[in-house]
C-alpha cells in the first residue's frame, strides 16, 4: 500500500522532494518505538534509489558495492520491487502520469492535488478488497473498515520548513 503521497513539479529531484516533505523526520519520529535496542539508533528503513544520502529511515542502494553490499542490494532489490509494482497498478488504473499536461501544477494545482491523492486512496482501497500486494509479505491484507476507521481523529499533516523560502500554496488556489 502506499503510505505517503507528496506533490511537487517535477522540476524537483528525488532528494529535493524528500527533503520538502519532511518524510525522513516523519518516519523516525513514527518508527521511533521500533528502534533496536540498546543504542535505539536502528530504525527500520526504506530501501531507496542511490541516489538518495544515508539517513536513519533511508537506506540508499549500495553503488559500486563490495561483495557483501551487492548481495545485500541483491536481497533488498525484492523489496524494491514491490514499490514498482504499485506503481504499475496506479499506471494501469488511472493512466494519470501517461500524459504529463493534464497535471499542471500552476494552473490547475487544487484539481491536480485532489486527483492524484484520490486516485491513491482508490488503489489502497483496491489493496485492502483484493490482498494482492500483502500476500508478497505473508501478511493479511486489511479490511476496508481497519484502513478507513471511521471514528479516528487524524491529526493535520505535519508542516513544512522551507527555510523561509516563499512558496506558493495550492490549496487556496482558484
Known sequence: MIGSVFIASMRHNDN?????????????DLLA???LPPLFLFLPALYADGIF???STILPRY??????????NQRMSGMRQILEHCFADHRAMFGL?????????FFTGVYVRKLLLTSFLILNCRYC?????????????????????????????PELDL????????????
Open 53 to 55: 544520502t544515508v539517513l
Open 97 to 105: 502520469f501517461s500524459n504529463p499536461s493534464r497535471l499542471r501544477l
Open 163 to 174: 527555510g523561509g523560502v516563499d512558496t506558493y500554496d495550492y490549496q487556496y488556489m482558484y
Open 33 to 35: 518505538p521500533f528502534a
Open 16 to 28: 529535493g522532494v524528500l527533503n520538502m516533505s519532511n518524510l525522513a523526520n516523519v518516519l523516525a
Open 129 to 157: 478488497l483484493t490482498g494482492v500486494r500483502s500476500s508478497v509479505f505473508n501478511l493479511p491484507p486489511l479490511s476496508l473498515e481497519e484502513y478507513l476507521p471511521l471514528d479516528e481523529a487524524l491529526d493535520p499533516a
Open 63 to 72: 553503488r559500486n558495492p563490495t561483495l557483501i553490499q551487492r548481495r545485500i
